[in-house]
């Protein structure tokens, strides 16, 4: 009878903890369902980013590398034709591939010092929603706020090269950046071969444009790009 009575509570003793193995198996089971959905969605949602962002961060990348590309080979001449400006803007534009270069707009501008302590544009071009300047208005800041001292000796018709772009970013998908992102950047250079770089040239060696502090008035001259350029002369 001992044996038999044990062996029922065995027998019971071993249902319950089946039983009690089941639930928490169950239990378990149910919690790690519930962790990996919310992991999931949270990968999920960071993946989606990704692809939005990355893609924003590297045009601007691009960007950034296209103004410096357009800026240095302005700051090579000394004297520019409207073909060699035309040139520098296919440059700016090939540097921004495999971004389409029609949400690209781009400004160059040469600012001079007239040696009495004031900054002028000398000449600038540009497109899209970054228009020319006006030749021959006075600078007093930059675009990044960096110090025209720091860049104009004061001595007349030093210069410098300033390139400005700004590019529209539409993601792809559109799963963060639900609208256009608007990605400006900006490159200084001086010129290498001359104090100023001399714009428009029609190449002839005896027809120079006019040196900067010479001027007395302002002209406009469209590129076949479709860019305005205003200059002083």
Known sequence: NCLKHGGRMLTRANLILRHL?????????????????LVASALTMLLLGLCDLVPAYLAYTHAGTAASTAADLAAEYSEMQSSDMVNVYSAAADVMAPFSATNQSIRITNVYSDGQGNAKIYWSCGNGSLPAYTARVTVTSTPTGTSLSSMLKNSANTSYILTEIKYIYTAPAGFVLKSPLSLSTTAYYLPRTSAYVGFPWDGVATDEPTIPTSATKSSSVTLSNGATCNYAN
């Open 21 to 37: 193995m089941g639930r928490l198996f169950y239990e378990t089971s149910a919690i790690a369902a519930l962790e990996f959905a």
